[in-house]
């Protein structure tokens, strides 16, 4: 009797490990890929997961310290599907490195493409990887040479969809015929020429499908059609180069010694100046007016103020709140260029916009 007691423990122990052998491996195999797939699908794809027993050990190298504390925060809240609802059956050993580097802010990407498709990319990156992977990206997708004017590296990127988001902006910048991207943290903002009002529209959807938390904004013209903006543009920096990219090359033309307006192009670029200071709305535009040096200097001044007051009253009547702009004339005093010639002198008879933050 004692004997067979014996093997009967014997037999019941052999057989208690074999059936938690069976159950406990696939538990672990399963706990370690939730884990995987959840890092993954964060965009966590620096962390590496094994499983030691019930200990889910993270290695790798992190882009920063908040990026290592927060795939260790998403290890320790991955449930196990193999195991019943016990979130708790596994710890998290976090043995990510990570780079001590400077922080940016804002954290900003940049990208520019010219008439005969070449790109310059400049901003910040959280990792050399993943700066790589954007040059790898941009000169896969143009047909025009890219060029990395500044890409730093740093820490500060919103989140980790940061590389997703160039990316998808490439994708809208590689539609336009000529253009620019501008990403200040979480805002994003498209603007340039579309060969048609097909592809505007094309570019439009891509960018209302950013990921979750990033905002999209765009002003994309099409030959013969007005300007259509989408979205608010929420930084002033991007809005400043909205105005600057709209005035480039163009000119605001007054009647001669006088504060009037003149010719279809002024008022076209004003249309499309106004619809832009309505997509900036959170900013105050200010209006300033010069001349050249022809003349009497106090009349030079008097006649630069009431242009500048001119194109308020313009920006105005075309529904942007007068309270959220300034005119002021600067006469001669800031010349742009020598007065010494026709050129020069015409290129000091401007109105110059200057977006800045809402008081």
Known sequence: MGAKWVWGTIILAIASLILSWIFYVPKIASMENDIRGALAGAGYDFANVEMDGNIARLTGEAPSEAFARDAASIAENTECKACK??????????????????????????????????????????????RDAVMAKAT?????????RTIKIAMGAPDANWEKVIEKNID??????????????????ISGEAASADVRARINQMGANMPEGYEFAANISVPDMAAENVGEVKSATICQTLFDDLNDGKKIFFQTDKAEIRGAESFDLLNTLASAANQCASFRIKVDGHTDNVGDA???????????NTVVAYLNQNDVELSRMTAKGFGETQPSAPNDTEEGRAANRRIVFTVTQSE
């Open 85 to 130: 609802g016990k979130r708790s059956w596994h710890v998290v050993d976090n043995q990510l490195s990570f780079t001590t580097l400077p922080t940016q802010s804002p954290y900003t990407f940049n990208a520019i493409k010219d008439d005969n498709g070449n790109v310059v990319l400049s901003g910040y990156v959280a990792s050399q990887e993943q």
């Open 140 to 148: 896969s997708t143009f047909d025009g040479t890219v060029t990395d």
């Open 172 to 189: 809208e910048l590689d539609l336009l015929d000529s253009g620019r991207f501008a990403m200040e943290n979480y805002t994003n903002f």
């Open 298 to 308: 106090a009349y030079n001044m008097s006649l630069s103020e009431a242009r500048a």
